[in-house]
């Protein structure tokens, strides 16, 4: 392998540090609630309302200049996007207390009819109220919780119910660190976020079960263990691939950061640190909550147990 990250035959002592790690995690848990109470989130126009301009360009529109030119209109938060052909721009812009839409509409239209540098054709205007927006919030929130629900249905299934509630605490600490940052640093939060948020707790459930098959299987194999050995046995084993996964996640997402522009910065930095957060839940949340249940072992293979003895220094 020309590239190791991880020596073969760590004896990392993770499960001892588990005390620290529930300290440390109930401290950033806590602080997380905590400011979002006090800060709030900055929401974005898709949870605030505003006004939708449905823009058609005769050549292929050129987004960094309509963004650069509405954004000088002094209206606050404006987004755009492309949608079916690559000439139908939607143009978002937050709820202006001094002006009408009619208003926002015609200084959009003259801004882009004087400076821009393609014939621009409006065909659509409409206000989002902020009852659509409460629909929205309150449909990011059911998706997060189905998602979190659907995980604990699987991994129960597929495993045992202690390891579903361990996934699922991990997952919620993943989920609660992710919204603190947000209100820590007052980045945009809008719908890519809550698909951020979605993707975070699929990265962080799949690194979670790779631990947790890997302690199902040592379950059967080292009978007379004791099971804070057994864990950090196992967590050890998966040391290496959870390291070179979240380093390769870690160089696509900074190469996204840097070079894809300010309209997926929120995004990418919500991934970014989900890949943290969730590497740090799925070591040092997830396997050693298992401690707190009861698990059930496999029955015991006698023809395994010599061959399968676990090596001296996890003894």
């Known amino acids: 392998m020309l590239l190791k990250l991880v020596p073969e035959g ?61 954004g000088d209109l002094g209206l606050g938060d404006v987004a755009l996007q492309t949608f079916g052909d690559d000439n139908q721009v939607l143009i978002r812009i937050e709820f202006q207390e001094d002006k009408s839409l009619d208003e926002v509409v015609t200084l959009v239209q003259k801004t882009l009819e004087n400076s821009y540098s393609d014939e621009v054709s409006f065909q659509r205007t409409e206000a989002v109220g902020p009852k659509v927006s409460g629909e929205l919030i309150q449909s990011g929130i059911m998706s997060v919780l189905l998602a ?94 959870t390291v070179m996964t979240s380093v390769t996640t870690l160089l696509a997402l900074g190469a996204l950061f840097y070079f894809g522009g300010e309209v997926i910065h929120g995004f990418t930095a919500a991934m970014i640190w989900g890949v943290f957060v969730g590497t740090y839940s799925s070591i040092f949340i997830a396997s050693p909550v298992l401690l707190w249940f009861e698990l059930r072992r496999e029955p015991e293979d006698k023809n395994n147990n010599a061959k399968n003895s676990v090596p001296e220094q996890f003894r």
């Open 10 to 70: 760590t004896n990392v002592p993770f499960v001892n540090a588990r005390k620290l790690a529930y300290v440390l995690s109930a401290l950033m848990i806590l602080g997380s609630i905590g400011i979002y109470f006090s800060k709030g989130l900055n929401f974005g126009i898709d949870f605030k309302g505003g006004f939708l301009i449905e823009a058609h360009t005769e050549q292929t529109a050129n987004l960094a200049e309509l963004r650069e030119l509405t």
């Open 148 to 241: 979190v629900g659907a995980v604990l249905f699987y991994i129960w299934i597929r495993f045992e119910w202690q390891f579903g509630l361990g996934a699922v605490i991990a997952l919620v600490h993943d989920v609660i660190l992710t919204i603190g940052m947000f209100s820590i640093t007052q980045l945009e939060f809008n719908l890519s976020i809550i698909a951020a948020i979605l993707t975070i707790v699929g990265y962080s459930l799949n690194d979670t079960v790779v631990v947790y098959d890997r302690i199902r299987e040592n379950l059967g194999k080292y009978r007379k263990k004791e099971m804070p050995d057994l864990i950090n046995y196992s967590l050890n084993e998966t040391l290496a691939r």
